[in-house]
C-alpha cells in the first residue's frame, strides 16, 4: 500500500506553467503505473496523463504537446509540467498509483487558470 502527496498547484495566467508533484510513500514496488487525473468545476473526474513502470507515458489528446509526464526513482516522485496553460485547464488535480489488486489516490491538488 501507498500513500501519495500532492503540491504544486496554484494560480497561473493563461499561457504560463506550472509543475506538479506527487511523492509516493511505501510499497512503490507494487505500483504499476502513475496517473495524473483532473476533475473540473462541474465535471467528472478524467485522464490527463500516465507512466507506467516501463517508462511509457501516455496523454489524453486536450494536453498533448503542452504536458509531461515523468518520474525520479530516487526521489519516489512523479511530476506534471504544465506549461502554456489554458483556462480549460482548471481543475482539480490528482495522482493516483495503480496496483494489481488497488488504486490509491493522493488528495488533490486545485489549479487554477486565468485568462
Known amino acids: 500500500q501507498v500513500t501519495l502527496v500532492e503540491s504544486g498547484g496554484g494560480l497561473v495566467q493563461a499561457g504560463g506553467s506550472l509543475r506538479l508533484s506527487c511523492l509516493v510513500l511505501?510499497?512503490?514496488?507494487?505500483?504499476?503505473?502513475m496517473v495524473w487525473y483532473r476533475q473540473p468545476p462541474g465535471a467528472h473526474r478524467e485522464m490527463v496523463a500516465s507512466?507506467?513502470?516501463?517508462?511509457?507515458?501516455y496523454y489524453t489528446e486536450a494536453v498533448k504537446g503542452r504536458f509531461t509526464i515523468s518520474r525520479d526513482n530516487a526521489e519516489n516522485t512523479v511530476y506534471l509540467q504544465m506549461n502554456s496553460l489554458k483556462p480549460e485547464d482548471t481543475a482539480v488535480y490528482y495522482c493516483?498509483?495503480?496496483?494489481?489488486?488497488?488504486?490509491?489516490w493522493g488528495q488533490g491538488t486545485q489549479v487554477t487558470v486565468s485568462s
Open positions: 507512466i507506467n513502470s516501463g517508462g511509457n507515458t
Open positions: 511505501g510499497d512503490i514496488f507494487e505500483v504499476n503505473a
Open positions: 493516483a498509483a495503480q496496483s494489481d489488486s488497488d488504486v490509491e
